[in-house]
């Protein structure tokens, strides 16, 4: 028996070749399986009725079809749902669908844990297991548009993990979902949020599907960056900076910027101002987040604080907006749900 072929990794020209080299049949059936799977979510090679009976006995055999299988999924009062999967070895990671009134989000995971350890960070402080591979990106996003019965407009890589540790899966993954003829998801839809591992980005800048970048700064100076984020240790904080103004000289595109809001840790008025000088010159629209305490070490800003923060920032030029929280009473925030239900 050949090996079997694992549909959600393949990309359309690999689908082309397994349909007329491997399987001998015309290229036309790849066009047929895909809609099946990225149109209509279905992952029952028996349910795809276009196919002839003899075919579809024949595929069980050699077309994996493999989503994450569904654990749990919670809703949060505003809509928020977040969802636990396993994975076929039995990881465990977890992705969130947003709702914001016309348009989807779906958050999904690029690594199970995350080796970075971030101070503040939940999916940090759980450990890293190992890399997703292109497939168990797509399929989470799949996954969810089936439970949900939907399209989802957006995806974001902001779930577990740090996506530029893992960039040929997922750049792989992005091919996938952006393909015409599979998932169609415009590039415009689609975000990478990294922690500033400044290869990566330098990557993107080449990569020739123009998705959008986020960056997570969190902090306007090396010290305390280095305090919250040991990445900034290895691509210090002026490493990422060229890199942004690289890749913006590259895109021509405007970076969006994260900063949580910490209590007393990362949101003093100074701070602003030092965030402001940071960045002259380059292109950013900067979202200040709320941080979701999950750790008893810090506690969120409060809103007084966030506010004057937000008005210095405007004051000197730099865009910003104040972030609602969503699904903060399920703890929809990175990488809180596996580390509930692993019990720690
Ligand atoms: N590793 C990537 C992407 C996943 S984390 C990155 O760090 O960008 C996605 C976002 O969630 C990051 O901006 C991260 O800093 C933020 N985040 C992590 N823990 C959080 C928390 N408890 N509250 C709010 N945001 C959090
Ligand atoms: Fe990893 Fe991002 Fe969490 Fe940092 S914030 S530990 S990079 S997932």
């Known amino acids: 028996m050949n090996d079997p072929v694992y549909a959600l990794e393949l990309s359309y020209e690999e689908w082309g070749e397994i349909c007329t080299k491997k399987w001998g049949l015309p290229k036309y059936r ?38 994450p299988i569904p654990v749990t999924e919670e809703t949060s009062r505003d809509g928020t749902k977040k969802f636990l999967w396993q994975l076929y070895d039995g990881e465990r990671i977890e992705s969130v669908l947003l709702y914001h009134g016309s348009h989807t989000t779906a958050c999904i995971s690029s690594q199970a844990g995350c080796p970075l350890a ?9 450990g890293f297991r190992r890399d997703l591979s292109a497939g168990e ?21 902001m ?4 996506p530029f540790l893992n960039t040929r899966a997922v750049f792989r993954s992005i091919t996938i979902m952006n393909s015409p003829k599979m998932r169609n998801m415009g590039a415009r839809h689609i975000t990478i949020s990294t922690s500033g591992v400044v290869p990566g980005i330098l990557d993107l800048a080449e990569f020739p599907i123009p998705v959008r970048l986020s960056v997570s700064l969190h902090a306007p100076n090396e010290a305390l960056r280095s305090k919250l984020m040991p990445v900034n240790k290895k691509y210090s904080l002026g490493s990422l900076v060229d890199a942004m103004r690289k890749y913006q000289q590259k895109t021509g595109e405007r970076i969006t910027l994260e900063y949580i809001m910490i209590q007393k840790v990362n949101d003093e ?26 750790k008893d070490t810090y506690k969120r800003s409060t809103p007084e604080r966030i506010r004057a923060f937000s008005a ?13 929280e969503k699904g903060t009473d399920i703890n929809a925030a990175c990488g809180q749900l596996r580390r509930r239900e692993a019990g720690n």
Request: aromatic content about 8%; proline content about 4%; hydrophobic content about 45%.
């Open 30 to 67: 790849a066009d047929q399986i895909c809609q099946w799977i990225y149109d209509k979510k279905v992952f029952n090679i028996h349910e795809m009725t276009n196919l002839s009976r003899e075919l579809r006995e024949k595929l069980v055999y050699d077309l994996m079809i493999l989503p």
């Open 137 to 157: 990106m797509v399929g989470q996003l799949l996954a969810m548009e089936k439970r949900a019965g939907q399209n989802i407009s957006n995806v974001v890589f």
């Open 312 to 324: 210095i920032l405007s004051q000197l030029g730099i865009e910003n907006e104040i972030r609602k």
């Open 118 to 126: 971030c101070s503040f960070c939940a999916t940090g402080g759980s």
């Open 269 to 294: 008025p100074e701070l602003a101002y030092e965030m402001a000088a940071l960045l002259s010159g380059i292109g950013v629209y900067v979202n200040l987040i709320p941080y979701n305490p999950v």
């Open 159 to 162: 779930g577990m993990g740090e």
